[in-house]
């Protein structure tokens, strides 16, 4: 093995990340330090070889808060040597630095390197330790709204392939090797859902569901070039970055303490921007808690404040409830025979896929309303991106058809009814603890201990983390999660008494279990 | 078998659609046209599995010229009964109709599907052959500057995982199934390749080309809001879409025959604008021409002009040559130690990727301004996209250790050998055909029979057609080519007569064929 290939990169401050390392590891997994110790007593190849796989699992870095933090601008200013953690330190963002140290580096084969077979074992081993470091890591995991249970067995054929949709999914390209029949199958699929006919709906599957906000909020403007944006706070950061780089006027809406939209705030805020058209950002689930703005409350709202539907535009960001709701019978109805504008959701999420995709849909009239008025398609390429992968679709297609409708809904709901047993074993535990009705994430006290956040990949955003009860998280995994988190709770606090924090102000004092409030 | 998961979708116009299918088949294909027929004699079940078959392959819509040509804006608004077909009909672009009667159709399973095992050996089926038409795609194919030669196997244990490197790439987020320590090797080795320090670059692997068009231009916008975006007529249409998203004044530059920018015509519009500062897009190799724009004439030129370093930005658009020029000895070299801001590359396209990829290099201290002045950052991420797909970086440090720079050196320089071997060929043909220094796109005149064109999946635009000269091109597969194409020639013109066509108005005077250039 070549010693060069697995050098650890020196830097200036090699030596605390070195020991930071160590000391995050002898804390939470006490087996591993061993390990560690007696790989770096045979040198420096085993060393690094740890590090490799300890990237890949959990050990670097402190938690990162949900995406609706904003940073510390200060903190990007960082110079080479930081201070010197104290007990708790602050969580450093120094964009550019942190997972050098550990990053898999890429090195030249040595000449003779196809003779020994050195090259491929290095990196069968490499891929082997990764994929054990995956698997451990997506058994412990609740915090992001992924369905990691699925098996695309049968697609491990198709990655010989470079599978690309570039352009437009309804104009066949001349490069041959795509996958347009199955991403049109998939988009019928959902315009069906959401009640459009085939001859009025355009629509293609993303890359992620900020790529659907992207473009949904791009259709919004460019049918209402002079809109004003409105989002409630609680909307996903990618709606604000759309504004930023379209260049929109944008106006954020308060929220309730469910994280809905606060329809009042909206009223008055409409109400002072009478003379220009409204484009709005509608969370069919937000990111933290999950809570569905009321559609038609909002239609109302515009109605009401004097906004004819032709001097508004709806998208509705649905990542990962907009797959969700239309299966619980209870559930206001995204549906386009209101006056919606787009649709997106997640593939990634409810769905479960190998990599991150999307799927969007709007009315036809827009986009050629968009390519008509606005010379807007340099080419007939009314998508984002250029290229797209033509993977995604097929893993999509073969879900939908595999678990259909009722597949889908039998799973909607298991994932209700454990969210539920969750947030009532939290509560019973005398743990603050929500859930929104219609929702699967389960927002709850924020545990104290970084190493506990980490193991469970559980989100948080100040005093609050939350689960997301997806189709691969059993009763079974949430009962280890709270035995374990009772269990360590109160080794958090001081002489092991545990002061149970208020946070009613993120909750509501209905679900606050601090002392004032239970 | 259901006969309704399998029935074709009836439209308006189906009929004619029918038809038309049918007869394109028999056109070019003799051989599946008994196919067809013998299963339309059994039933709609077997003629609705051959569709899917076709629409995986070539048989659907006319060839689609390169993006660059605009579409007809009047075809969008073309009704349900377009006109009858002419003898050589224009390619209609209707969207959202084209696909909708090929497309694989979901649908929902039988109660019994479990049982029977129906369901599973109908995916299998529809599998199976997608997989060969596949197969067969990758076999015939020359126009899109895809290296389909790879093998992945030994990465196909990951696809079981749901890899998200949601975020920047250097920060980690709680979320443990990613591959960022894979992600960050290969953007070392990239930084490495364009004279960038560790600590002085920022980057991610993007979903594709366009998306690190769009990064780099978005952060040119952000380092000079008010700066106009220069870009040659010849740039990639994602260039001109970011201009219309982000807003910004864009400025087009003549090209020269090479396809590369006039950087007279460049000089003349900077000085009509030197009181804006200037965000200049530069090709290195174009899409149609592969024509490289000369970096260091583009710097000179915004030098005499006035403009110091400080009131331009550049962004590379090395697409398919920003992989291949490094490995060019006498090509100019792409480095940061000239004033550039970003370059991005695909990472499909040279290098070879089941699904669409690319990687994004700029300076930090640039992403440092994004956030600090401009408050860009609604989180730590800037990126695009908010979830990326964390298998791209690991198919991409597969192959950058497996090959290194040694690897790469050799395939290029076989690349742009055989690419001269095609355009000797041609020439010797007496077809007219360019091929730029430093390139493997041979352009030639265009086939006049789209189904040649679509077999061999050669992307046109105008007069002129191109082939990209990839490391999976070889020599035999040019050869059966240009036998093909000498062949089928003559037939494409009336009584047999060849009348090779002027296209010097596309490659110059010099490489064309036709009566009174040769």
């Known amino acids: ?33 061993q390990k560690i110790f007696s790989f770096e007593m045979v040198g420096s190849v085993g060393f690094v070889t740890v590090a490799g796989v300890v990237a890949g699992g959990e050990s670097n870095g402190k938690p990162e808060p949900l995406p609706e933090e904003l ?11 930081l201070p010197i953690e104290e007990e708790k330190p602050k969580r450093e963002i120094v964009l550019g630095r942190n997972v050098h140290t550990t990053c898999l580096e890429v090195t030249e084969p040595d000449a003779d390197d196809e003779v020994t077979g050195e090259r491929e074992a290095y990196m069968a081993g490499v891929l082997a330790r990764y994929r ?4 451990e890591r997506t058994k412990h995991h609740l915090g992001y709204p992924y369905n990691l249970d699925f098996d695309y067995g049968a697609l491990a054929q198709l990655q010989h392939f470079s599978i690309n949709n570039l352009g437009d999914p309804f ?17 019928d699929w959902f315009a069906r859902l959401w009640e459009l006919e085939k001859n009025e709906y355009w629509g293609y599957i993303t890359n992620c569901g900020t790529e ?19 989002a409630s706070r609680e909307s996903h950061y990618s709606v604000f970055k759309a504004a930023r780089m379209y260049r929109m006027e944008c ?42 703005d009321d559609l038609d409350l909002v239609i109302k709202t515009l109605e009401e404040t004097g906004f004819k539907h032709d001097r508004f535009y709806i998208h509705c960001d649905g990542a990962l409830f907009g797959l969700m709701m239309p299966f619980v019978k209870r ?31 709007t009315r036809l009239e827009h986009i050629n309303a968009l390519s008509r008025n606005v010379e807007y398609l340099a080419s007939r390429d009314a998508t984002i991106m250029g290229s797209r992968n033509g993977h995604a679709p097929i893993f999509l297609w073969y879900t939908l058809n595999r678990k259909g409708y009722r597949g889908f809904q039998k799973e909607v709901q298991k994932c209700l009814r454990n969210a539920h047993y969750l947030k009532d074993r939290l509560q019973a535990a005398g743990i603050g603890a929500m859930l929104n009705e219609l929702s699967s994430t389960v927002v709850f006290e924020r545990p104290k201990d970084d190493d506990f956040v980490r193991r469970w990949q559980l989100a948080c955003e100040g005093n609050i983390a939350h689960a997301i009860v997806m189709p691969n998280i059993t009763i079974g995994k949430l009962d280890d999660f709270v035995d374990e988190l009772i269990l360590k709770r109160s080794s958090w606090f001081q002489d092991g008494k545990i002061r149970t924090p208020c946070i009613s102000a993120d909750i509501g004092v209905d679900n606050c279990a601090c002392k004032l409030h239970k």
Chains 1, 2 share one sequence.
């Open 212 to 230: 659907g906000n992207l473009h949904g909020i791009l259709v919004g403007r460019e049918v209402f070039p002079d809109g004003i944006l409105y």
């Open 71 to 81: 940073i510390n601008p200060e903190s990007l200013l960082a110079e080479e040597d």
């Open 251 to 292: 106006i954020k809406v308060d929220t309730l303490m469910s994280g809905e939209i606060d329809c009042s705030d909206f009223r008055n805020k409409l109400l002072q921007n009478k003379e220009k058209p409204a484009i709005i950002n509608v969370n069919i689930g937000t990111t933290v808690k999950g809570a569905v």
């Open 132 to 135: 054990k470091s995956l698997a």
């Open 1 to 33: 093995m070549d010693s060069l290939s697995l050098s650890l990169k020196i830097y200036k401050n090699l030596r605390r990340h070195h020991f930071r390392l160590l000391f995050s590891l002898s804390t939470s997994h006490s087996k591993k330090k």
């Open 331 to 361: 559930a206001p109805k995204v549906t386009f025979k209101k006056p919606i504008g787009s649709v997106s959701v997640s593939g990634h999420k409810f769905v479960g896929c190998p990599m991150p995709c999307g799927v969007q849909i």
């Open 171 to 187: 104009i066949e390209s001349n490069y041959g090797v795509h996958s347009r029949q199955f991403e049109v199958g998939v988009l």
